[in-house]
């Protein structure tokens, strides 16, 4: 039974309070007086070194999220780029990731409750669980309505905090700047950088978003932008308010530090504030962790059951309600280890999408459409894998083995289930077919990627379209007169239309002698009016080594022939204007001269860009 689609409901405002309530919340408001511990004052340069790295995954996740803009975020980009195999067990272990982080979270809501409210902590947690799936389940504008209205108001009471804060600051506190020396600056930017892990979770709901190609980037940068800012900050003013002993003892260092200015009610505000925190940052996680399982179940990895989406709420309610019930299950466990293993996830994910965006561009797949393309390729991404490795690496031992078991079983999953009921081709394979000069593809995942360029861009198909995909093309390898190739045109058109070839020929012939139909030095478009109704038709030709026509000087490599009954010269001009918009692409000759065959050709014309 064919599912509901997801429905674009999500602005800029709301992908910027989505990436940034699930940014803001342990790495603020729990983890600067630990870190204080480890590097003094100059935890402030770790932040910022953690951040600056931050950056460099985002650059490739929002190249990968504007060319692909589905559920499942990087499930899905690693699925196409590196196989099956590798992308099964990522939206595994990445959905349990999440999963465990926003549980983390709800603790951390519930502690900074304690200090309000006397509940039972856990219980706490588990009720705030059941009402966030509740209102994911409701639809992803209502949870966003509420994420936009907690983060408003959260960035509300922290730029109070640091308006207040800043005169405040003692400058006796921030000397020495660097106790420790430089090596602990840079452990310590490992140990916070789960503090942008949050970045990662946006692209996971870019199918709901409106004008994702251009929203999800621009959301995402500004988003982070924000949160480099903000941390820099509140820490800044955190450090310079509290005395390095008090900092260094704190779990609450946010609280305290209102607490050194403001008395107890800041330190009550800075808890709510808190509270917000973990909450944004749970409802986030629900929201994009859901999506994984909704995209594994799309592609045949799991049970057809985790994609059904409700005819109202138009959201995956089993994939919501399954995420609810295993951090409810995660609550009632030790969450040290757990949550540091989900650290290692979600830095393993931000590598992986700096790989796939190698792996793609390498594989010079022509339906590879990114709108935003990352600076600086490839040593933007070169950079950031050996830098996510290092910070993998001081995780520790104990996290470390127990990612590499759910790895295991992420990929048990894979081998038992997935592998025996589907498979997709990836960009890897491309990759190796490049290398190799071996056909190793079908060109399905080419097919796919024009389907997803047709939904991000809204392209609705029009009687141009279904024309191109099934005209007939002509691929010549060999350098040809235009006599030679008027006479091969003929022949296919003339089959198709079902009138004489000797006709078509010497029409294109009179309509050359008549004025050239060379528009370009590598472009023509004959065009002729034949007898009959209702009859129309185009034939593309490409010649790498050139077709020769007389009063060019230059060979032409790509032919556009259209051919039409006098009753249809209305959608004959339209067709022509639409060839002119598509040609008057800069790229356009390069692409032409780089596609793969004939279907290859076809969609350098369908994926043009034009007026509809």
Known sequence: MKQPKLKRKLNLLDVFCISTGAMISSGLFILPGIAHAKAGPAVILSYLLAGLL???????????????????????????????GMGTVNGLITWLSLS??????????????????????????????????????????EASRAQVAIVLGLLTILAFYVVRGLPQVQLSNLEPFAPLGLDPILRTAGFVFISYGGLLKIASVAEEVSKPAKTIPLGMALSLITVIVLYLLVISVTTGVLDGTTLDNSLTPISD???????????????????????????AGIMAAARYPLALARDGFLPNVFSRVGKRSRTPYV??????????????????????????????????????????????????????????????????????????FEIGGAALVTTGLLIGGGGLVYLLYGRVRTSRESALIYLIERITAKELTTRSLEAE??????????????????????????????????DEFFQMAATRLARRLD?????????????????TTV??????????????????????????????????????????????TPDERPFHLKSLAA?????????????WMAAKGAEGLRDVILLGERRR
């Open 54 to 84: 931050a950056a460099a995954g985002m650059l490739s996740q929002a190249e990968l999220v504007s060319a692909m803009p589905k559920a499942g975020g990087t499930y899905f980009y690693v699925t196409r780029a590196l196989g099956s």
């Open 100 to 141: 465990v982080k926003s549980a983390f979270a709800l603790v951390g809501m519930a502690a900074f409750g304690m200090l309000v409210f006397n509940f039972d902590m856990r219980l706490l947690a588990i009720g705030m669980t059941v009402l966030f799936v509740g209102l994911n389940l409701a639809g992803i504008k």
């Open 257 to 283: 530090g209102a607490r050194a200015f403001m008395g107890t009610p800041g330190s009550i505000v800075l808890a709510v504030a808190a509270m917000l925190a973990f909450i944004s940052t749970a409802n």
């Open 319 to 392: 994939a919501i309600l399954a995420t609810g019930l295993f951090m409810i299950f995660t609550l009632v466990l030790k969450l040290d280890l757990l949550v540091k293993t989900a650290s290692t996830i979600l830095i393993l994910t931000y590598a992986f999408s700096c790989l796939s965006v190698i792996v793609l561009r390498e594989s010079k797949l022509q339906n590879y459409q990114p709108t935003f393309r990352s600076p600086l390729y490839p040593i933007v991404q070169i950079v950031a894998i050996v830098g996510f490795g290092l910070l993998v």
């Open 449 to 482: 990627l024009k389907e997803i360029i047709r939904e991000r861009d809204e392209i609705l198909k029009d009687r141009f379209d279904h024309l191109i995909e099934a005209a007939e093309v002509i691929d010549i390898d060999r350098s040809v007169s235009m």
């Open 499 to 515: 009138t004489s070839t000797n006709e078509i020929y010497e029409l294109l012939l009179k309509r050359e002698n008549e004025s």
């Open 519 to 564: 528009l370009t030095p590598h472009l023509a478009i004959p065009h002729i009016i034949i007898q009959g109704k209702k009859k129309f038709d185009i034939l593309l030709a490409r010649s790498r080594p050139g077709i020769e026509f007389p009063d060019s000087p230059d060979r032409i490599h790509a032919v556009f022939v259209l051919v039409g």
């Open 579 to 591: 060839i002119a918009q598509i040609i008057s692409d800069p790229r356009f000759e390069e692409k």
